[in-house]
């Protein structure tokens, strides 16, 4: 089973509703490619090794080289140790479309928080889940020494996995409109991971039925986007709702200004 572990900056409550007798659940969105979602759809989600992302501040203590006391004598103990997968608890970001669709058909997953998290909870592989909200900073205060950064605190342990996870949470201001919650997953057998990433589909629970809608891309073409809808209808649960983004749609209202 997975284990869970929550961060200081998030608590199980995040996923639960906000009042039990309400019927609305809550949700966190991941967007990609469409040829992604497809390899989603078979394979499952995909968790990613943090050398692969592209920030050079957000990847270095991952593979930076570790001082202590001033002596590099350890090997960096996050170093292939740990994966993650990434998510947003923003519904509508026209930058979010730009960037996650890399250029491509981006299709948007709404996810149901309280699903998503049963959906962990009931791995059959005994994995260790961290799981936190993204720590927007100065990129100085990130550059810092790890005592002098205030989400860390003055005694941050780097031989304590719940303190050496928070440094997977550190990016700078620049990216703090992606709101990112971050599913960090650590090899317990403390062997490296020696592939990009792994996916994993469930067993109990799918994380296809995590799913509650799909949205795709606004600048999509309406024809491609009606094909498509009716493409994933075809390979998908009937219980998830398949919408073209409306972002540049203009309306009615739109057309008149009332002044007075």
């Known amino acids: 089973m997975g284990t869970l572990h929550f961060l200081t900056n998030i ?5 639960k509703r906000e009042n039990p007798q309400e019927q609305k ?18 394979k499952g989600l995909w968790f990613a090794k943090p050398s692969e992302w592209t920030d050079p501040f957000e990847k270095r203590f991952y593979s930076a080289r570790c001082f202590v006391n ?11 140790r740990f994966l993650c997968c990434c998510m947003t608890s923003i519904g509508q970001s026209e930058a979010h479309w730009n960037i996650y669709s890399r250029e491509q058909i981006g299709i948007q997953l709404k996810i149901n928080r ?3 998290i049963s959906f962990l909870e009931k791995l059959p592989q005994n994995y260790n889940f961290f799981i936190g909200k993204a720590e927007y900073q ?17 005694n941050f342990n780097y031989q304590d ?60 073409p309406k024809e ?8 994933l209808k075809q390979i998908l649960s009937n219980n998830i709702k398949i919408n073209h983004n409306h972002l540049y749609d203009e ?6 200004i009332i002044i007075k």
Do not use: H, W
């Not at 440094?167 to 057998?189: G, H, S």
């Not at 986007?225 to 009716?230: E, H, Q, V």
């Open 11 to 15: 608590n199980e409550n995040f996923f």
């Open 25 to 42: 659940p809550r949700f966190l969105y991941k967007t990609m490619p469409l040829e992604n979602f497809l390899k989603t759809i078979k």
């Open 70 to 80: 001033g002596e590099n004598k350890i090997i960096n103990p996050l170093k292939d």
């Open 114 to 116: 309280e699903k998503f």
């Open 138 to 154: 100065k990129q100085i205060e990130i550059e810092d020494p790890l005592f002098k950064n205030t989400f860390l605190g003055k």
């Open 161 to 220: 996995n719940n303190d050496l996870v928070k440094l997977l949470l550190l990016k700078r201001k620049a990216f703090e409109y992606e709101e990112e919650v971050r599913f960090i997953i650590m090899n317990n057998k403390r062997k490296e991971y020696k592939q990009k990433g792994f996916a994993i589909k469930g067993a109990k629970i799918k994380f296809i039925e995590t799913i509650d809608s799909i949205k795709i891309s606004p600048q999509c």
């Open 224 to 231: 491609t986007a009606s094909f498509l809808k009716g493409y």
């Open 251 to 256: 309306t009615e209202r739109n057309r008149s």
